[in-house]
């Protein structure tokens, strides 16, 4: 499928400016989705805390990539107002303590590992080079609008 830019793959998620952390889709099918972005970098990325962007901030990341994959698969967007909620983290591996010392842009990818009734297990990575400084398993649940009135 074709690349997506910032401004593209935001109609897919309910954050704003600076919260949308994915810079790009680089690619996607129906089971899985990459993204780049060097928003780990940002002196203004507002997960910093004391100037430190922690790795398990990593799970914000991924859940975006996940979220966004939902959207395209789904033709889920934001003209749906349609939320979505992580639920159950599993087996995470951290291999970092924080995103501080790397210059290299991130890679995150997740694969859709079940999906059933709008609810949907993935798993994630996310690299820089080829090193993976975080990675496990997420799930996510899509609430349609016609359940939040």
Not at 32 to 39: A, G, H, K, M, Y
């Amino acid at each position: 499928m074709p690349t997506l830019s910032k401004l593209e793959l935001s109609k897919y998620l309910p954050h704003g400016d600076t919260m949308c952390l994915l810079s790009s889709v680089t690619h996607w099918d129906s089971s899985s989705i990459n993204c780049r972005t060097s928003t780990h970098r940002h002196q203004d990325n507002p997960l910093q805390q004391h100037g430190v962007l922690g790795i398990l901030c990593g799970l914000e990341y991924a859940a975006q990539a996940m979220g966004v994959h939902v959207g395209l698969t789904q033709n889920i967007s934001e003209h749906n107002a349609s939320v979505g909620y992580l639920g159950a983290i599993r087996d995470i591996q951290v291999n970092q303590p924080t995103f501080q010392q790397i210059a290299e842009d991130l890679t995150i990818e997740a694969h859709l590992l079940l999906e059933q009734h709008m609810s949907f297990i993935y798993a994630f990575s996310i690299k820089a080079r080829e090193e993976i400084l975080l990675q496990g398993r997420a799930s996510i649940f899509i609430q349609g609008p016609e359940a939040m009135t």
